[in-house]
């Protein structure tokens, strides 16, 4: 099955900074990669998606990029503001509709010091 | 437009006890993943539903057990609870057919003693 590595586990950056997350995924069949934010105690909450058929998206300061041939995909974070703590998951699957299942990463405390 | 909705909010249950969590998909959603979260985790895939049918099994043991009903909501039902079985459960609704994002709801917690 799926295996989706990310990392790091934590990163702290300065407030202003960049702050980038990766993750390698194993399945080749899979085509759909979204990224999650989870703040202490909610709900994780969808910020960008990339489908394989795209090298990168950018929505204001977040973007994300794949590279199919090494299996890989990162999201970059610019002008990062204290409101950008909290944990970030990748996550990958299979198909272009909502019946696949997702395979997340282990997550990545981002802290950003002001 | 109310999003993906869950209740209870926190439950304690004991060893060997039984619990019934449910979830209200996002209007317009067919289609009811569930994913168990343990602390400092990423979230695991339970089942999905779609049809009022389980589509998708992750790998979790028969004691986990569903359900949909023709509105789409859905439960996830858990037998013989085991202290292992402490997590956040999520559910995440989807338009089956459509695309492929998935939007969670907040998650039951659930603390088995």
């Known amino acids: 099955g799926e295996n989706v590595e990310q990392h790091p586990s934590t990163l702290s950056v300065q407030e202003g900074d960049s702050a980038v997350i990766k993750c390698t995924y194993s399945d080749s069949a899979s085509n759909y990669f979204p990224w999650y934010k989870q703040e202490l105690g909610k709900r994780p909450q969808l910020i960008i998606d990339i489908r394989s058929n795209v090298g990168e998206k950018k929505d204001q300061r977040i973007a994300v990029t794949l590279n199919k041939t090494a299996k890989h995909f990162s999201l970059h974070i610019t002008e990062t503001q204290p409101e950008d703590s909290a944990v970030y998951f990748c996550a990958a699957s299979r198909g272009n509709f909502g019946n696949e299942k997702l395979t997340f990463g282990t997550g990545t405390r981002l802290t950003i010091i002001p | 437009d109310a999003g993906v909705t869950q209740s209870p909010t926190h439950l304690i249950k004991t060893r060997g006890q039984q619990v019934t969590l449910r979830c209200s998909p996002k209007?317009?959603?067919?289609?009811v993943s569930w994913y168990q979260q343990a602390l400092g985790q990423g979230p695991q895939f339970i089942f999905q539903?779609?049809?009022?049918?389980?589509?998708q099994r992750g790998n979790f043991p028969d004691r986990f057990s569903g359900h949909q009903f023709p509105n789409y909501s859905s439960e996830l039902n858990v037998n013989a609870l085991l202290l292992g079985d402490s997590a956040l459960y999520l559910c995440?609704?989807?338009?089956?057919?459509?695309?492929?994002?998935?939007?969670f709801g907040p998650g039951t917690r659930l603390t088995v003693l």
């Open positions: 995440a609704s989807s338009f089956g057919l459509a695309a492929p994002e998935q939007f």
């Open positions: 539903y779609y049809e009022e049918e389980e589509r």
């Open positions: 209007s317009g959603h067919d289609t």
